[in-house]
Nanobody, 125 residues
């Protein structure tokens, strides 16, 4: 079991970049696949990216491919989401999640057991 805390969100102009971080508590971080999701009020949570336990396998939503990069540092119990070329449609609360299958790169929220509180990303213009 882990607790997840996202950080790195904020206000950025269209075309800019942000790097989100997700810090995990506990000492079994390397056993969990990790995912990033986003959500706007009144909408369903949307898959962004996922990474398996050792970082070998990744998966991206179509909108994220080529612009976003998910990485992890198991030694620091941290997963990152680098977001480039942001547009206003990326405005959302971004959530970090930990799954249960070490080889999974699932895009489905119900496949993740643990969630952070979210960090707000706002893209102006």
């Amino acid at each position: 079991q882990v607790q997840l805390v996202e950080s790195g969100g904020g206000l950025v102009q269209a075309g800019g970049s942000l790097r989100l971080s997700c810090a995990a508590s506990g000492r079994t971080f390397s056993s969990y696949p990790m995912g990033w999701f986003r959500q706007v009020p009144g909408k369903e949570r949307e898959f962004v990216a996922a990474i398996n336990w050792n970082g070998v396998s990744t998966r991206y939503a179509d909108f994220a491919e080529g612009r976003f990069t998910i990485t992890r540092d198991n030694g620091r119990n941290t997963v990152f989401l680098q977001m480039n070329s942001l547009n206003p449609e990326e405005t959302a609360v971004y959530y970090c999640a930990a799954g249960r299958d070490r080889w999974s790169v699932s895009s489905v929220p119900r496949m993740y057991d643990y969630w952070g509180q979210g960090t707000q990303v706002t893209v102006s213009s």
